[in-house]
């Protein structure tokens, strides 16, 4: 299987889309304003350190302990709605590009998965998966059930969505712009690091991981499909169309 992981906060979207849920007004039926500002700090931390990562996502969890999943449902609606108008103007055309190179899409990311979903079915993604807390009968219990930004979150996520063994990596393509890609980034064969801070730059070096902007994002991944764009511009009987 031909398969495109892509990241979403500030590689398709200019900033975290979980941070503009938690910092809206409609948050507050969630979360108090005292946890709300715990939660701003550990996000900074959680930029340059792995325990600020794992502290982020506990005290998220905690945070939404009790609460009922339709109240983050239907806050998650109403941020995609404001925020979708802001998405970088080469995250469809990059998806379709994939699509017509014959990808099966895939948008991980570390927003709570009630958007990430959301955002999956409007860019016409196959399919979508963010972080997800368990549930009991509609309440969240304050646990995590699955943290894509986590170390190997984003290999959870893949095993979980298609068959082990599936993936032919040689022809895989990845795109992100944060430490948790890094490991997707490095295995996958055909991969962008998109606009990254400087200690992830240097990081991206050393591996050999090219390196992508808003302005050439759409085509570098052209480039790096072109085989199977070319074989996409041909009929069965390999005439063009």
Known sequence: MKIAL?????????????????????????????????LGRLYQDAQTSVVGMYSLYEKYAQALAGR?????????????????????????????????????????????????????????VHAGCGTRLVRTEGQYTGRLELAPALPGGKKAVLEEVVQPGAVDWNVAYA??????????????????????????????????????????VLEQTRELLSGSLAGAACDDGGQER
Do not use: C
């Not at 009922?68 to 080469?90: F, I």
């Not at 590009?97 to 991980?108: K, N, P, Q």
């Not at 990254?196 to 302005?215: H, L």
């Open 175 to 216: 795109l992100g712009n944060s430490w948790p890609d890094i490991e997707v980034l490095n295995r996958a064969g055909l991969s962008l690091l998109f606009e990254p801070d400087p200690y992830i730059r240097e990081a991206a070096r050393w591996f050999g991981i090219r390196q992508a902007t808003r302005r050439t």
């Open 6 to 38: 892509l990241d979403m906060d500030g590689t398709l979207t200019p900033h975290a889309l979980g941070m503009a849920m938690l910092g809206s007004e409609g948050a507050t039926k969630l979360v108090n304003p005292a946890v709300m500002k715990d």
């Open 68 to 124: 009922p999943e339709s109240v983050m449902q239907e806050l998650a609606e109403e941020v995609w709605q404001r925020e979708k108008g802001s998405m970088y103007p080469h995250a469809k055309p990059l998806i379709d590009t994939l699509h017509l190179a014959g990808y099966h899409t895939l948008l991980v990311s570390g927003s709570p998965d009630e958007i990430v979903r959301l955002v999956a079915r409007d860019l016409g």
